[in-house]
């Protein structure tokens, strides 16, 4: 019974987030806004419903634990899985100049998470700063649009499929997608939340590991599906735009929002913040050297990401077992494989820097040599 449960209010969170998105995106579309301006709110926000509605109720059903593991573990798995395997697939060339501003805004509210969780609480009035956050980011992505070229614009026109404005008749149709939508989504992160916390006492985990792993995975799949297949399509700025806009979403919405909803706030559990809220940040941080250099998330990177993923949930399993195998991975990853990956890096940070100095002092030699 659990299992359906947990079935049931996984479909409905995918299915509710569908219509969701299909309704507000074509509803957003006849009210003149464009497709880069959908893509980057409409489209990134709603994929991000399923983690609002989970976190929410489990919020108000008084498991803090599930509701803070659900958006830091969907972020963990945003950037690792689903970038990861979007560029196994294809490497995603990112020539998007607003990527450039959304992974530091990225690992600022990062930063701001953890900064507000360090006494243990997110409480009401942090929650409406994050909350505020995401108001102000969404405004900043709606003036830096109109920057945008029109290569750029076409591309979230095809991917988004609003490249058609909705006629008036149809207005009421897309209102009944998101009523529709909405039911779905509540209903489904009631049965989801019930089923997760009825498996943690089953199995002996807790909430938090339960929100970081399982939770956080099946939240996370309309992600999945708009990356994976805008990487097949070669819409390199929706694959990659959607995992960084969700993020940020993820931090200063959900949290925000769930933490203000809350009459005492989150409580942040101290593994919480040992571990998991800094491989959040740690994930966050290591799309820098990979989004600057070039702006190419080639394969091999893409599959640093993904076997870093399957990493975590390894050891998030031993953990939770407390396998006698826990010290030894965590030695091997500790003093082999993350300075291995940092000095990897570190080594392409320094190539991309060094060759884009010679590409501008070449460009200034040629233009110092162009006749008057």
Same mark, same amino acid.
């Given at each position: 019974?659990? @299992? *359906? %449960?947990?079935?049931?209010? !996984?479909? /409905?969170?995918?299915?509710?987030? $569908?219509?969701? &998105?299909? +309704? #507000? ?85 990062? @930063? *701001? %998470?953890?900064?507000?969780? !360090?006494? /243990?609480?997110?409480?009401?009035? $942090?929650?409406? &700063?994050? +909350? #505020? ?87 996370? %799949? ?151």
């Amino acid at each position: 019974m659990t @299992l *359906l %449960l947990f079935v049931l209010g !996984l479909g /409905g969170l995918i299915a509710g987030a $569908e219509l969701l &998105v299909r +309704g #507000a995106s074509r509803l957003a579309a006849a009210v003149g806004l464009s497709p880069l301006v959908i893509g980057l709110t409409v489209v990134a926000y709603g994929t991000s419903a399923p983690e609002l509605a989970v976190s929410l109720q489990a919020g108000l059903s008084g498991q803090a634990a599930l509701s803070l593991g659900n958006v830091v573990g969907s972020n963990i798995f945003n950037v690792l899985f689903i970038l990861g395997l979007s560029a196994l697939i294809t490497p995603l060339v990112v020539s998007q100049q607003l990527v450039r501003l959304d992974v530091p805004i990225m690992i600022g509210v990062s @930063l *701001l %998470l953890l900064l507000f969780a !360090l006494d /243990g609480t997110l409480n009401r009035w $942090e929650g409406a &700063v994050l +909350g #505020a956050g995401a108001v102000l980011y969404t405004v900043f992505c709606v003036w830096q649009s109109r920057k945008e070229l029109e290569p750029i614009q076409a591309e979230y026109a095809e991917g988004i499929n609003v490249a058609q404005p909705a006629a008036k008749p149809a207005w009421m149709r897309q209102v009944a997608l998101i009523v529709v939508g909405l039911v779905l989504l509540v209903l489904g992160a009631h049965w989801l939340v019930a089923a997760a916390v009825n498996i943690a006492t089953g199995l002996g985990l807790s909430e938090l590991v339960i929100g970081l792993t399982i939770v956080a995975a099946g939240t996370s %799949l309309p992600e999945v599906a708009t990356s994976i297949v805008a990487a097949l399509r070669g819409q390199r700025d929706i694959a990659v735009g959607n995992v960084i806009g969700s993020n940020i979403f993820n931090i200063l919405a959900v949290l925000g929002l769930a933490s203000f909803a809350m009459p005492h706030g989150i409580q942040v559990s101290a593994a919480a913040l040992r571990f998991d809220i800094p491989v959040m940040i740690a994930v966050a941080v290591a799309c820098l050297p990979i989004f600057f250099t070039g702006n190419v998330i080639a394969r091999w990177e893409g599959a640093l990401f993904f076997g870093y993923y399957l990493a975590y949930l390894i050891y998030m399993l031993l953990l939770a077992t407390q396998h006698q195998a826990l010290p030894l991975f965590s030695i091997i990853m500790i003093a082999f494989v993350l300075p291995l990956t940092v000095i990897t890096l570190a080594v392409v940070g320094l190539r991309a820097l060094r060759g884009a100095r010679i590409r501008s002092t070449h460009e200034a030699k040629c233009a110092d040599d162009a006749p008057g």
